[in-house]
């Protein structure tokens, strides 16, 4: 089993950054893919960014050059960094881990005011 816990979330300015971490506990270190979705109200859940444990990484179209997706060396940790943030990039973002099965965080509120 593999339990993921969001941190880092909050209300920023437009242009502001803000960093997310997700630590992983239980069999994290055995996950094969981990990265970030996010979810607006009645919207379905979107991709925002994913790494493989080979350090590939893949980004939306609508965050690419803005957010940056790493891992950390224990590869139990993975981290968002949020930077010249938008409005539209407010939503609820949950960590997202792959290790056999799919494995979500709880989730963790982002409010960028314009």
């Known amino acids: 089993q593999v339990q993921l816990v969001e941190s880092g979330g909050g209300l920023v300015q437009a242009g502001g950054s803000l960093r997310l971490s997700c630590a992983a506990s239980g069999r994290g270190f055995s996950l094969n893919v981990v990265g970030w979705y996010r979810q607006t109200p009645g919207e379905q859940r979107e991709l925002v960014a994913l790494?493989?444990?080979?350090?590939?990484?893949t980004y939306a179209d609508s965050v690419k050059g803005r957010f940056t997706i790493s891992r950390g060396n224990a590869k139990n940790t993975v981290y968002l960094q949020m930077n010249s943030l938008k409005p539209e990039d407010t939503a609820v973002y949950y960590c997202?881990?792959?290790?056999?099965?799919?494995?979500w965080g709880q989730g963790t509120q982002v409010t960028v005011s314009s």
């Open positions: 997202y881990g792959r290790y056999l099965s799919a494995y």
């Open positions: 790494i493989t444990n080979g350090g590939m990484t």
